[in-house]
């Protein structure tokens, strides 16, 4: 099993930043994918960003040019920066984790709360 474990989100007025962790654990040989996630109250959850163990990335085309995501090895992390937040951001954000870049991994963490007031 891997064990995902989220922080750094908060309340931010539209136009600021916040920067996300995940820190994975356990079985971490199942892992090379890592990524965040989003869902916003009524909606369904879709893919922020993600990136693999070589530093391959991929973004949502609502956030490219504003976030930008990266990953320590050595510390099994993933972070989230994320600039210039518009009230639209706001929703849970869920770090994900799997074998591939090319479907959802198989692990989630509990998520955290970004609201970005405007």
């Known amino acids: 099993q891997v064990q995902l474990v989220e922080s750094g989100g908060g309340l931010v007025q539209a136009g600021g930043s916040l920067r996300l962790s995940c820190v994975a654990s356990?079985?971490?040989?199942?892992?090379?994918?890592m990524g965040w996630y989003r869902q916003a109250p009524g909606k369904q959850r879709e893919l922020v960003a993600r990136?693999?163990?070589?530093?391959?990335?991929n973004y949502a085309d609502s956030v490219k040019g504003r976030f930008t995501i990266s990953r320590d090895n050595a510390k099994n992390t993933v972070f989230l920066q994320m600039n210039n937040l518009k009230p639209e951001d706001t929703a849970v954000y869920y770090c994900?984790?799997?074998?591939?870049?090319?479907?959802?991994?198989?692990?989630w963490g509990q998520g955290t709360q970004v609201t970005v007031s405007s």
């Open positions: 994900n984790a799997g074998a591939t870049m090319t479907a959802v991994g198989a692990y």
């Open positions: 356990g079985s971490i040989f199942r892992i090379n994918a």
């Open positions: 990136i693999n163990s070589v530093g391959s990335t």
